[in-house]
């Protein structure tokens, strides 16, 4: 028995627990929505990969200046004549013999090519930051674009649910009145049956466009989809807030903060850099090379006595020092048309970021554009829903003193919830053109 009641116990513990835990889980903010989306992102994964290679490479063109070291160990058993390597003399015998080599090797000069090399590979990982910063900026606009759609079409089904309920409370009085016979116009009961049943289809069609753009939502952040998934709001002062930079000021700062225009300069950048490995490939090259070597043989003698192998090791050890000069005469012109090949790659990279800086300002002209229409049109519709607000209060109350038609009282309805759904629209567009605009500054704050 005691351990029932220890059971039931327990259980009213845990049973609160897990709803909050599920009442959690269910409910995301935006910084939550862009973290997630930002993880589970493959192009986001895919560039950060990307990135990696660049590192790996922009280290591998350092490592370029270490001397190269090997060493070689061969062991070999000879039989019948041959030259024995610890007396250099021919012997008709089988014997072992072993040689050990270690040699080292440094570029001393080959046209600078190492030294543009790694200013090269830096400038493409610096390139590569900005390029999986980017991934990380359109994984966060279309996150942004999608959960404030929900927030948008989660407004207006409040607003279609809230003229559903004044069209019932309608319909309800004006039962009331036919049942009693003080319907003075039976239309006025058929014309209102009318505007319910528009309500109620307006708030049918909003709650599939919710649960829509929800499930839009949640594919961005790639996780199963979740149909009481709740969002956060956001303020509404933020939603109609306008942007206080002009076009061009916008444009100015999107030139030295936008992470896709870094990275175009810094790869124009890195190719002017492989321009200069290329024609470094025309100069000679000077290097240091140096080595030790050493055998043993298991016939090594001197003087007629067998000498041990930890003697003959310290006794057949030699060593070389020496520069290299290699200069290249003719090789099928290769060098030559790897300079004119890395001057095209130059110049299709000229092109790229000149195209690149054109369509950003192109972007910012729209977006800003768009932002002061939208903000104009949210100022319009916000005093239209003032006055059709007084429109219809006059027109509700005339109503229900009999005084007004039925027609009438609809159109005022009809006028008074369109605006509001507008105004719904319109302060969301301000929102989403002002982060965009931000995003081209390179401050998508939240």
């Not at 862009?34 to 280290?59: F, M, P």
């Not at 050990?100 to 990982?125: C, M, P, R, V």
């Not at 000021?249 to 936008?258: C, E, F, G, K, T």
Request: glycine share 6%.
């Amino acid at each position: 028995m005691r351990y029932y009641k220890y059971l039931l116990f327990s259980l009213a513990l845990t049973i609160p627990a897990l709803a909050h835990s599920q009442t959690a889980d269910t409910t995301l903010n935006l910084q939550q929505c862009i973290d997630i989306a930002i993880k589970n992102n493959l192009d986001v994964k895919k560039s950060e990969l990307l990135l990696q290679t660049a590192k790996v490479n922009s280290n591998q063109a350092k490592e370029y200046l270490l001397p190269a070291i090997s060493g070689q160990v061969d062991h070999s058993i000879s039989s019948g004549r041959g030259i024995d390597p610890s007396t250099n003399t021919y012997v008709n015998q089988s014997f072992k013999s072993g040689n050990y080599n270690l040699n080292g090797d440094l570029t001393l000069f080959s046209g600078l090519q190492n030294l543009n090399n790694i200013k090269q590979t830096s400038l493409a990982y610096q390139a590569g930051k900005m390029d999986f910063q980017q991934a990380k900026d359109q994984v966060t606009i279309s996150v942004i674009t999608a959960y404030l759609l929900v927030l948008n079409n989660t407004e207006l089904l409040n607003q279609v649910r809230n003229q559903l309920d004044v069209s019932k409370k309608q319909v309800e009085r004006l039962n009331i009145l036919e049942k009693e016979g003080a319907n003075k116009q039976p239309s006025d009961l058929y014309d209102l049956k009318g505007t319910y049943g528009d309500n109620q289809l307006n708030v049918v069609n909003t709650v599939a466009t919710l649960k829509g753009s929800k499930l839009s939502l949640l594919q961005i952040l790639n996780i199963p989809y979740k149909e009481n998934i709740m969002l956060a709001p956001i303020n509404a002062e933020d939603l109609a807030k306008q942007t206080s930079n002009s076009a061009d000021q916008v444009y100015d700062i999107a030139l030295n903060q936008l992470a896709y225009v870094k990275a175009a300069t810094l790869r124009r950048q890195s190719a002017e850099k492989g321009v200069s490995v290329a024609k470094g490939g025309l100069f000679p090259t000077v290097s240091l090379f140096g080595g030790l070597s050493t055998n043993i043989s298991s016939s090594g003698q001197i003087a007629g006595q067998d000498v041990s192998y930890v003697d003959q090791f310290k006794n057949n050890r030699g060593t070389n020092v020496g520069i290299s000069l290699r200069v290249p005469i003719l090789g099928y012109l290769q060098k030559r048309n790897k300079v004119a090949l890395a001057k095209i790659d130059l110049q299709n990279n000229i092109y790229v970021e000149q195209t690149t800086k054109v369509q950003l300002r192109q972007n910012v002209e729209q977006a800003y554009l768009n932002m002061t229409s939208a903000y104009e049109k949210y100022d319009v519709l916000t005093e239209q829903v003032t006055a059709y607000a007084e429109s219809f209060r006059t027109a509700e109350i005339r109503f229900n003193a009999g005084v007004l038609t039925s027609v009438d009282f609809v159109l005022a309805k009809n006028n008074l919830d369109r605006a509001k759904l507008n105004l719904i629209n319109a302060r969301y567009s301000v929102y989403i053109y002002n982060k965009i605009l931000d995003y081209y500054q390179g401050k998508l704050s939240l």
